[in-house]
């Protein structure tokens, strides 16, 4: 997408009079959609749409030996796929800086303690772990690419189902681990506090969250903040723009409390899928 200068000093001036382009206010956010559970072959699913960004992601699950520096701890990677259909821009190799900037700021803000508990992981200190990898898809691009995909993790996560050990044999060296044979026969990983992202941007003097396309075209800078319950997991400051000590402080405020209020959003839509609910699209 390519603004001329009129376009852009539209969406400018409606920020500043609080009346974007598409009739919402600065700290509003577009409609979502949400599925869980939808990919039948992943231990847990999720796909979120946010206006005309849509995200897939799947996780998977196997046994794997933790690392030397944290033996009591299991293991969680993200793997980001920027589709080449998502946009124009990801043709070629044009969505790698993407995929490596999403999958990096969602290590960093998942590394905490506090955010996400690696230790329900472990299933023999030292020896052997559960390992997750987090696959997310770009299936089409929209705008706020990094709002969507953290709440897309998160219900992902909440929706991922981990096999119930049932036994841990050692002979020397070899650990045989045997799960349960019982489908349902799972556990839940605790996801309360897995961080939120919001992405603030600042166009013209003023702050706005959600930005679409073309509001992104316009943005002199913006800050990622992570939010794990009601502590700063990470901020991440992306664009070409820098921004001034006081608007980047406003900036983490505004973020602090947009993640905050999407976080009870995301649980109150989970809260209304039933246990075992058999949709989505690729069933």
């Known amino acids: 997408m390519s603004l001329c200068e009129a376009e852009k000093t539209f969406i400018l001036h409606g920020v500043e009079e ?11 956010y577009r409609t979502m959609e949400l599925e869980t559970d939808i990919v039948a072959h992943a231990f847990g699913s999720a796909r979120l749409r946010l206006a005309d960004t849509d995200v897939l992601v799947a996780v998977k699950i196997e046994v794997d030996v933790p690392f030397p520096e944290s033996p009591h701890q299991g293991k969680i990677e993200f793997f980001v796929d920027c589709s080449a259909n998502a946009t124009p821009d990801f043709e070629g190799r044009g969505g790698e800086d993407l995929a490596i900037n999403l999958s990096s700021t969602l290590s960093s803000a998942y590394s905490s303690p506090l955010a996400f508990d690696l230790t329900k992981l472990c299933i023999l200190h030292g020896k052997k772990c559960w390992k997750l990898y987090v696959d997310i898809l770009i299936l089409e691009c929209g705008g706020n690419l990094f709002d969507a995909v953290s709440l897309a993790v998160k219900a992902a996560l909440w929706n991922t189902q981990v096999p119930l050990v049932k036994n841990v044999n050692i002979d020397g060296n070899t650990v045989e681990i045997n799960v349960s044979d019982e489908l349902y026969n799972c ?8 961080p ?3 992405t603030v941007c600042k166009i013209g003097e003023k702050c706005i969250v959600d930005p679409n396309a073309a509001e ?14 009601n502590k700063l997991s ?17 900036s983490i405020n505004l973020g602090f409390r947009v993640a905050q209020r999407l976080d009870e959003a995301l649980w109150e839509s989970l809260d209304q899928i039933k246990p075992n609910q058999d949709v989505g699209f690729l069933k």
């Open 234 to 250: 990470t901020v991440y400051q992306t664009g070409t723009g820098s921004l001034h000590p006081t608007t980047f402080l406003e």
């Open 18 to 28: 609080n009346f974007r382009v598409d009739g919402r206010e600065r700290e509003d």
């Open 187 to 194: 556990t839940r990983l605790d996801v309360q506090k897995a």
């Open 196 to 198: 939120i992202m919001v």
């Open 216 to 229: 992104e075209q316009c943005s002199v800078g913006s800050v990622v903040v992570a939010v794990s319950g």
